[in-house]
């Protein structure tokens, strides 16, 4: 209880890549045990708002997903190039580029869509196709909008000034159908990570 998360991260990682050195295993392979076949897609945390920025957007945390990749490596730089080419926009659009708590800019923006809209123009202007090559995931982080975490949520900039769980998840699918967004419904088979083998 008296330990952070960035102590428990770091010792966590730490034991797990000694556990694999000592099995002469891969880090996934350990992991994963005998069935792991892929290697994670990176999420890669781009904008922050919610409880991790000192702004007004409600929703904590917007990520990429470069799951179009090929490789590992691959996926880290078309994410790192689109973080990039983020933060110019930003900049042309004079809004901040100093970072909230979690490492992803904090800018002043009105609400997800418009936050959205700006990761899929990044995207595009880095080269690559939203929804094929990087898809968008949220944290939403909607225990941290209700005073028990289960309701009534407050995203006010969202339209939702005081909802129950069938308007947050109403929210949730009509962000789901204008934007690329991945979901753990969706799911990827594994044909859709040939290649990370």
Not at 3 to 25: E, H, I, M, P
Not at 120 to 149: K, Q, W
Not at 170 to 175: G, N, T, V
């Amino acid at each position: 209880r008296r330990l952070g998360a960035n102590a428990l991260l770091g010792v966590s990682l730490a034991v797990a890549k000694c556990g694999a050195t000592a099995t002469g295993q891969s880090l996934y392979r350990f992991l994963g045990g005998d069935d792991a076949h892929v290697l994670p897609v990176p999420l890669m945390n781009v904008i922050n708002g919610g409880a991790h920025a000192d702004t007004s957007l409600d929703i904590q945390e917007f990520m990429l997903a470069p799951v179009g990749a090929a490789t590992f490596s691959e996926a880290l730089r078309s994410g790192a190039e689109t973080f990039h080419r983020l933060k110019q926009l930003l900049t042309e659009h004079g809004l901040s580029t100093g970072v909230g708590d979690e490492g992803g800019f904090a800018p002043e923006l009105s609400d997800a869509r418009t936050t959205l809209d700006l990761l899929c123009a990044a995207i595009e202007r880095a080269g690559y196709r939203p929804g094929a090559d990087i898809y968008l995931a949220l944290d939403v982080a909607a225990t941290e909008v209700s005073s028990a975490g289960v309701g009534p949520y407050s995203f006010p900039g969202e339209g939702l000034a005081s909802g129950d769980s069938e308007a947050l998840s109403e929210l949730y699918a009509q962000l789901a159908t204008e934007y690329p967004l991945l979901s753990i419904e969706d799911g990827l088979g594994d044909e859709d990570w040939a290649g990370w083998a």
